[in-house]
C-alpha cells in the first residue's frame, strides 16, 4: 500500500508547484521524493509532470490524478482530526477567501467574534475581487455574494441580504426624484462593471429597468463614495452604506421598491471539511444575516 504514501507526495509537490518546494516542506531530500513520484508514473503507466529545472506542470492526466489524489488525502487528514480532539476544540490556520467591501463591512465584527469563541484558531484571511480556484489553492473556504455558476464545489447558504436605491439629497435636487423605476432611464445609475439593467420589486410586481452611466467600474466602495459625492444613483446592501444613511449623505430613493436580495454562501471544495471550518460556517449561517 505504499503508492497511497506516493499519491500524498504526488499532492504535496503539486501544490508546491516544485520538488525542492515539497521535499523541504515534508523533510525527504529532494532526490528521493523524485524517485518516489517516478515510481508511482511508473506504477501508474503513465506522465504525471513535466518537470523543468525550476518548475513542474501537470499533464492532463496529472490534473486528474491530481484532483482524485488530493480529496482521498484530505480526508484521510480529517480522519485523523475527527478521532482527537480538534471538534471539541477546533485547531490551526483557517484560510478563507474574502470579498473585500462585505468583509470589512459585514464580515469584521462577526471574525472578531469568532476568534475570541475560538483561541486556538489562526487565521489567514485573502480579501480580494477574484475568485479563487479551490480545487488548486490552499483555501478552506470562500466566501461568495450573488448565484453561483454550477460547478463541483459545495455551497452552503449563509444569508439572504436586501439591496435598497440610495441617492445623496444634492443630486435628487439637481436631477430630479424618479417616481417610479421608469424614470431611472433618465438618470445616471451607478453599477457594479457593465451593468445595464437593474430588477426591482415591490412586494407585488417585479420590473427590469435599463440603466446607464458614466463609469464603469468593480469597487463597491467606489461606487458608494461617488453616490455620496451626487454622481448619481446605486442599488446596495444596506449595511454597506449604514454610515452615509447615519450622516445623511445618502437617502433611500423609490423606498415602496428594493433589488433582488442578495445571497451569500460559505463554497468548499469537499462537504467533508476539519473542525475549524465547519464551526466557521456554523458561526456565519447563524450571525450574519443579522448583522
Known sequence: MEFLNDMALFVEVVKAKSFRGAADIIGMPNSTLSRRISAL???????????????????EAGQIY?????????????????????????????????????????????????????PSIVFDFDLTSR?????????????????????????????VLPVYLYASSRYLERSGEPAEPADLAHHECLGLMKTSEWTLHDGVHTTKVSIGSRFTLNSVRMICRLAALDMGIIMMLEKIVADDLASGRLRRVLPQWHGTPVPVYAVTETRLLPAKTQHFIKFLQEHLSKV
Do not use: W
Not at 133 to 158: K, T, Y
Open 66 to 118: 491530481y484532483e482524485r489524489c488530493k480529496r482521498i488525502v484530505d480526508e484521510a487528514k480529517l480522519a485523523h482530526e475527527q478521532l482527537g480532539e480538534m471538534l471539541a476544540q477546533p485547531s490551526g490556520i483557517l484560510r478563507a477567501s474574502l470579498p473585500v467591501d462585505f468583509a470589512v463591512t459585514y464580515m469584521t465584527p462577526l471574525i472578531a467574534e469568532f476568534a475570541r469563541l475560538y
Open 41 to 59: 508514473e511508473k506504477m501508474i503507466g503513465l506522465r504525471l509532470l513535466h518537470r523543468t529545472t525550476r518548475k513542474i506542470r501537470l499533464t
Open 131 to 159: 475568485r479563487i480556484d479551490l480545487m488548486s489553492e490552499p483555501f478552506d473556504v470562500a466566501i461568495r455574494i450573488g448565484e453561483l455558476e454550477n460547478s463541483q464545489l459545495i455551497a452552503r447558504p449563509l444569508a
